[in-house]
Nanobody, 124 residues
Framework: QVQLVESGGGLAQAGGSLRLSCAAS????????SAWFRQAPEKEREFVAAIGWSGGSASYADSVKGRFTASRDNAKNTVYLQMNSLKPEDTAVYYC?????????????????WGQGTQVTVSS
């Protein structure tokens, strides 16, 4: 069983930065594809970014491309989401997700393991 715990959310001003972390339990985390999703009030959960098991490849939603960067440190069983140039529309609960092997996909149903979420609020 893999458990994911997000941290690093909070309040930021537009144009500011936040760094989210997702700590995973389990020795097999280094073989897992990871992703970040977000859900704003009254909206569906949407894909933000995904990163391959080695950290050598990543994909991003168009809305965050060039502003957000996903990375990982498998020695620490942790994935990160560096969020720069934040906008009010980035306000949402951010979720970390993971799955064993497979390609990076933007579909929530592909990911078997989820964290509890961390709130990010961006003020204008």
């Amino acid at each position: 069983q893999v458990q994911l715990v997000e941290s690093g959310g909070g309040l930021a001003q537009a144009g500011g930065s936040l760094r989210l972390s997702c700590a995973a339990s389990g020795r097999t985390f280094g073989t897992m594809t990871s992703a970040w999703f977000r859900q704003a009030p009254e909206k569906e959960r949407e894909f933000v970014a995904a990163i391959g098991w080695s950290g050598g490849s990543a994909s991003y939603a168009d809305s965050v491309k060039g502003r957000f960067t996903a990375s990982r440190d498998n020695a620490k069983n942790t994935v990160y989401l560096q969020m720069n140039s934040l906008k009010p529309e980035d306000t949402a609960v951010y979720y970390c997700a993971a799955k064993f092997l497979g390609s990076m996909t933007p579909f929530a149903y592909d990911y078997s393991y989820w964290g509890q979420g961390t709130q990010v609020t961006v003020s204008s």
